[in-house]
C-alpha cells in the first residue's frame, strides 16, 4: 500500500484526485486519513476528487506477475502498478462474490470503482466477450445479478463509489443494429441497463453509462443518433440523479488530445471530426444535454500510452505494442472530463487469439492483435510485460 500515502498527502495538498506520483513514500501520519468515512456519503459535483481505491482482484493479479518476472529493473516496475486504482469487472453473478471484499476497507477519501458487465446476450458485435446470460434472460440479469448488486451497496452507505454501466452495449445498438445478434439482444440492453440505473440509483455511488469512443458514436453520422439512444434509455430510468455522464475508450487505444489524430490521414477522415477523445466528449456531451442527460466524461487512459500500433481505427483486440496511458487523475484540463481512469485491467485479455475457441474473434486474429492471448479476461503475462515496458509516462 506504499502508493496510497503518496495519494493522500497530495490530495491533501491539492485537493483533487492524485496520480501516483513519482516519491514513493509519504509521511507516516497521512496514515491517519485511512478509515472508512464515519457518517453516509452522499456524491453530487466530480467524484474523481477522491482517488480510486486499488482494489484487492488486480492487485493480487499484478503481484503474482511481478513475482514471475526476473529482470529485477522490471520487476519493480510491475509492483508500482498494484497501487493504481482500477476498476473492478463484475462480468458474471459468480463475481458478484468479490464486491464486499473491495468495499470494505475503502478509505473515506477513495472510491471504490466497478463495472457492470452482464447483459443478456453480451457483446452483440463480437464474439470475444459474449457472456453467461442468453438473449431473454432479462429477468435473470435483474433479480440474480443487478438486485443483489444493489443489496450489497446498500450495506456500504458509508463508501463512495462509482460506476460504469455496461461498456460497448447502447453504441452496438447505434451502429451495429443490422446484426441479427444485436437485433435480438436491444430490448432487453435497453431495459437492462435502465434497470441497472434505476436501481443503483443511491446517494453514494455516481454512474457513466459507456459512450463507446470517438471512432465508434463519433462519425457525424453517429453522434446524434447515439446520443439519443443513451438519453432514451436514461429517461425510461426516471432521469436518475447519480447519472454523470459517459465512459468512453473502454478497454480503447484512443489517444486524449493528440492533434491531428490518430487516423485523421484515413480516406474516411473526412467524416469523423471527433478525431481524439478531447474532441469526441466535447462534441458528445453537449449533444447528450440536447438530448437531456448530463455530459460529463470518463476517460480510460489505462492501455493509450503509445499511439500508431493500429492498422485500423476499429481494431480492438490486444493491440499489439500498447503501453500503460496516464494515470488516474480529475485533472484533465477539460471541464467535460470528470477523470482519466483505468477501466480495463491492464494484462487482461480482451479475447482468445485460439482459432478453435467458441468465442474466438477474427479481431484478435488480426496481424495487430498480439498472440498467443487467452479467453477474454484472463491474465496474460507477455501482454501485462508489454505495457510496462511501453508505459508513457513510465512506472
Ligand atoms: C471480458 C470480461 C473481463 C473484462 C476485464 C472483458 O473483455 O469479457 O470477462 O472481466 O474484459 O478484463
Known sequence: MKGLYTALVASAITGAFAAPSPVENGPITARANAAACATPVTLSGNPFTRSIYANKEYAKEVSSAAAAITDSALKAKATKVASVGTFLWIDTRARISVIEENLKDVPCDQLAAFVIYDLPGRDCAAKASNGE???GDINVYKTEYIDPIVAIFK???NTAIALVIEPDSLPNLVTNIDEQACKDSASGYREGVAYA????NLPNIIMYIDAGHGGWLGWNDNLKPGAQELAKVYKNAGSPKQVRGISTNVAGWNQWDLSPGEFSKATDAQWNKCQNEKIYIETFGPLLKDAGMPGQAIIDTGRNGKSGLR??????????GAGFGKRPTSSTGS????AFVWVKPGGESDGTSDTSATRYDSFCGKEDAFKPSPEAGQWNQAYFEQLLKNANPSF
Open 311 to 320: 492498422k485500423a481505427w476499429g481494431d480492438w483486440c490486444n493491440v499489439i
Open 155 to 157: 450495506k456500504y452507505p
Open 133 to 135: 446470460l442468453a438473449v
Open 335 to 338: 471541464s467535460l472530463a470528470d
Open 197 to 200: 440505473l434505476k436501481s443503483l
